[in-house]
């Protein structure tokens, strides 16, 4: 930094402290200019100063450490140290450097001395410290050092050897704690922060304050202390006396029922417990979600009635019943095995007849069967008749004739005792109908044309009454109904011969009697017309009407053909079955056709 001059300002000199002189300005010879007389002289009078004033105060701490101590201060106080020559005018510049270090020396000793006699020697204290600004330096976040750390405060390390001993910076115990710390004045005025929470009347009326997620400390539950419950003089004599009254009639129960059951008695009891009928509930369980009452009395007030009420069982909601198993489910025949290839076929044909060789052999060893002839074919004449064969050859060809014809007839007669006779086949027959029938009822309705062709009246009862089917065949001079009812086997062999197999536009002519003689009956029903020639069948059909299942039989039997000139009779037959109504639907059919 330069003034206006233009001159350099630098640090003063030591030396010229005092007289607050710059520094000689330097000569362009090279040296420097002569100073002033007076300026050595003025600095060692200065140094002689300091030095004085240092012993003088050093001087003084050591006779407060000896006041406190106890000793007198004549006694404790060292003599003092000769004073140094008064410096020469002369002294170099090396010795004025000492004498200024001894200076500096002297006043930290002082200032030392002076900080470690605050605290009282003789008692253990938690120390005090008036410089905050020095404890706060030491520590960080403005938090004191630990008491321990701060042993070089209170001494010097330099010159304290000898003087006192180190002593603990806390207080051993409760007794050598002082009441009040003294605090410094700058920290008395400063406010301290309140750590205390609300109090419980802030709380109270702060409405935005929930106790529930409040910590325990902020909101302090009351403690209420148990008390001492005793128990009565004789408690537990009266609970073990109940006990072991108890425990006496439970053996005597016991008792009397061993001797009731030597006596007979508890046997005429449970006959007589069987006979008796229990009195019916006041309320069935099922009407007691909708009685308001212990009895059905209660329904004459409709007020007691649980329907429309809101705790009623009765909602909108729908609740669907427990689903059952179809009856005819159980009547469904067991599923066959899967078919063989003819391979496998062959293979099991041919393990089984090894099975029965072996079985056969066996027996033969034992002596249990006699051994079977040799079965002799006309291939194998010469392998196991040889010489025979050579000898007479017509005789042996007639022998194996003979054998062949025997075996032939044996196999003939054992499959016609296999076979089934007449009567039993159509016993088969009628319990597979049966058992048909078990597995459900069915329905179907025809709608004919005309049945002018005798053959085809034949053809449907027959197979009626050959598929043990139950029903009626409605014959009227407009349109012809055939109702058929039985199992589902019969029904469908049924189906196809009405709707695939007849050829109902077939007419064969007059049907004749057993004795030769052409049949008479209704005009309607004759295959002729009025001039003698064949009607037209060309245009007849016959139709399904409704088909479906039933729980049961309507028709004990097959009717057969009933003739019906009106409408009325027709309804009369169809009535008696409960089955009018299909007589209706086969005229509203024949009308939308037409």
Same mark, same amino acid.
């Given at each position: 930094?330069?003034?206006?001059?233009?001159?350099?300002?630098?640090?003063?000199?030591?030396?010229?402290?005092?007289?607050?002189?710059?520094?000689?300005?330097?000569?362009?010879?090279?040296?420097?200019?002569?100073?002033?007389?007076?300026?050595?002289?003025?600095?060692?009078?200065?140094?002689?100063?300091?030095?004085?004033?240092?012993?003088?105060?050093?001087?003084?701490?050591?006779?407060?450490?000896?006041?406190?101590?106890?000793?007198?201060?004549?006694?404790?106080?060292?003599?003092?140290?000769?004073?140094?020559?008064?410096?020469?005018?002369?002294?170099?510049?090396?010795?004025?450097?000492?004498?200024?270090?001894?200076?500096?020396?002297?006043?930290?000793?002082?200032?030392?001395?002076?900080?470690?006699?605050?605290?009282?020697?003789?008692?253990?204290?938690?120390?005090?410290?008036?410089?905050?600004?020095?404890?706060?330096?030491?520590?960080?976040?403005?938090?004191?050092?630990?008491?321990?750390?701060?042993?070089?405060?209170?001494?010097?390390?330099?010159?304290?050897?000898?003087?006192?001993?180190m002593q603990p910076k806390f207080a051993t115990t409760m007794?050598?704690?002082?009441?009040?710390?003294?605090?410094?004045?700058?920290?008395?005025?400063?406010?301290?922060?309140?750590?205390?929470?609300?109090?419980?009347?802030?709380?109270?009326?702060?409405?935005?304050?929930?106790?529930?997620?409040?910590?325990?400390?902020?909101?302090?539950?009351?403690?209420?202390?148990?008390?001492?419950?005793?128990?009565?003089?004789?408690?537990?004599?009266?609970?073990?006396?109940?006990?072991?009254?108890?425990?006496?009639?439970?053996?005597?129960?016991?008792?009397?029922?061993?001797?009731? =059951?030597? +006596?007979?008695?508890? %046997?005429?009891?449970?006959?007589?417990?069987?006979? *008796?009928? $229990? @009195? &019916? !509930?006041?309320?069935?369980?099922?009407?007691?979600?909708?009685?308001?009452?212990?009895?059905?009395?209660?329904?004459?007030?409709?007020?007691?009635?649980?329907?429309?009420?809101?705790?009623?069982?009765?909602?909108?909601?729908?609740?669907?019943?427990?689903?059952?198993?179809?009856?005819?489910d159980k009547h469904i025949p067991p599923q066959k095995p899967?078919?063989?290839?003819?391979?496998?076929?062959?293979?099991?044909?041919?393990?089984? =007849?090894? +099975?029965?060789?072996? %079985?056969?052999?066996?027996?033969?060893?034992?002596? *249990?069967? $006699? @051994? &079977? !002839?040799?079965?002799?074919?006309?291939?194998?004449?010469?392998?196991?008749?040889?010489?025979?064969?050579?000898?007479?050859?017509?005789?042996?060809?007639?022998?194996?004739?003979?054998?062949?014809?025997?075996?032939?007839?044996?196999?003939?007669?054992?499959?016609?005792?296999?076979?089934?006779?007449?009567?039993?086949?159509?016993?088969?027959?009628?319990?597979?109908?049966?058992?048909?029938?078990?597995?459900?009822?069915?329905?179907?309705?025809?709608?004919?044309?005309?049945?002018?062709?005798?053959?085809?009246?034949?053809?449907?009862?027959?197979?009626?009454?050959?598929?043990?089917?139950?029903?009626?065949?409605?014959?009227?001079?407009?349109?012809?109904?055939?109702?058929?009812?039985?199992?589902?086997?019969?029904?469908?062999?049924?189906?196809?011969?009405?709707?695939?197999?007849?050829?109902?536009?077939?007419?064969?002519?007059?049907?004749?009697?057993?004795?030769?003689?052409?049949?008479?009956?209704?005009?309607?029903?004759?295959?002729?017309?009025?001039?003698?020639?064949?009607?037209?069948?060309?245009?007849?059909?016959?139709?399904?009407?409704?088909?479906?299942?039933?729980?049961?039989?309507?028709?004990?039997?097959?009717?057969?053909?009933?003739?019906?000139?009106?409408?009325?009779?027709?309804?009369?037959?169809?009535?008696?079955?409960?089955?009018?109504?299909?007589?209706?639907?086969?005229?509203?059919?024949?009308?939308?056709?037409?």
């Amino acid at each position: 930094m330069a003034d206006v001059s233009g001159n350099v300002l630098k640090r003063p000199h030591p030396e010229d402290e005092d007289n607050n002189a710059q520094k000689r300005s330097r000569s362009n010879n090279g040296s420097p200019l002569p100073g002033a007389s007076g300026g050595p002289a003025a600095g060692k009078v200065d140094i002689e100063k300091m030095v004085a004033e240092a012993r003088a105060k050093a001087e003084a701490v050591r006779a407060r450490l000896q006041a406190a101590r106890g000793g007198t201060p004549s006694s404790a106080t060292p003599s003092p140290s000769p004073a140094p020559p008064a410096a020469s005018p002369a002294m170099s510049r090396l010795e004025q450097m000492k004498a200024r270090v001894a200076a500096a020396t002297g006043r930290a000793n002082a200032a030392a001395q002076q900080r470690a006699a605050a605290p009282p020697p003789l008692t253990y204290q938690t120390p005090q410290y008036d410089d905050e600004g020095l404890q706060k330096a030491r520590g960080g976040l403005d938090v004191g050092l630990h008491p321990a750390l701060l042993s070089d405060i209170g001494q010097d390390a330099r010159g304290s050897k000898g003087r006192q001993a180190m002593q603990p910076k806390f207080a051993t115990t409760m007794a050598n704690r002082r009441t009040e710390s003294p605090v410094p004045a700058a920290e008395a005025k400063k406010p301290q922060l309140d750590l205390s929470g609300p109090s419980i009347e802030e709380m109270k009326k702060n409405p935005y304050f929930d106790p529930n997620i409040g910590s325990k400390n902020v909101v302090p539950k009351p403690r209420h202390s148990r008390q001492l419950i005793f128990n009565q003089k004789g408690k537990y004599i009266q609970q073990a006396a109940a006990l072991r009254r108890q425990a006496q009639l439970e053996e005597m129960k016991k008792r009397i029922a061993e001797r009731a =059951r030597q +006596a007979g008695i508890d %046997e005429d009891l449970d006959v007589e417990k069987a006979f *008796l009928v $229990p @009195a &019916p !509930p006041a309320v069935e369980w099922w009407d007691e979600g909708l009685v308001n009452g212990s009895d059905y009395s209660a329904i004459d007030d409709p007020k007691n009635l649980k329907i429309d009420t809101p705790d009623s069982i009765i909602t909108i909601y729908i609740q669907h019943p427990v689903l059952l198993d179809p009856p005819q489910d159980k009547h469904i025949p067991p599923q066959k095995p899967m078919y063989l290839t003819p391979k496998e076929q062959a293979k099991l044909r041919r393990q089984r =007849r090894m +099975a029965d060789l072996k %079985e056969q052999q066996a027996k033969i060893r034992l002596g *249990l069967e $006699p @051994a &079977p !002839p040799p079965k002799v074919k006309k291939s194998n004449i010469m392998r196991v008749l040889g010489e025979e064969a050579v000898k007479d050859p017509t005789a042996v060809e007639a022998r194996v004739n003979r054998e062949i014809a025997e075996r032939k007839e044996k196999h003939e007669a054992m499959n016609e005792e296999r076979k089934l006779t007449k009567e039993q086949r159509r016993e088969k027959l009628a319990t597979q109908q049966e058992k048909d029938a078990e597995k459900g009822i069915y329905v179907s309705v025809y709608r004919i044309d005309s049945l002018a062709n005798g053959r085809h009246r034949f053809k449907i009862s027959k197979n009626a009454e050959q598929q043990a089917l139950t029903g009626v065949c409605i014959m009227h001079p407009r349109l012809n109904l055939v109702i058929v009812e039985g199992g589902g086997h019969s029904i469908n062999a049924y189906k196809k011969l009405m709707l695939n197999r007849i050829d109902w536009t077939e007419n064969a002519g007059p049907s004749t009697t057993s004795d030769g003689q052409p049949q008479t009956p209704a005009s309607w029903l004759s295959p002729e017309d009025e001039k003698g020639q064949l009607k037209d069948l060309s245009q007849n059909t016959c139709t399904l009407l409704w088909e479906g299942q039933e729980k049961a039989r309507a028709f004990r039997k097959w009717l057969g053909a009933r003739v019906c000139e009106t409408d009325a009779q027709a309804k009369d037959v169809l009535a008696r079955a409960k089955m009018e109504n299909f007589w209706i639907l086969a005229k509203s059919s024949k009308t939308a056709a037409a």
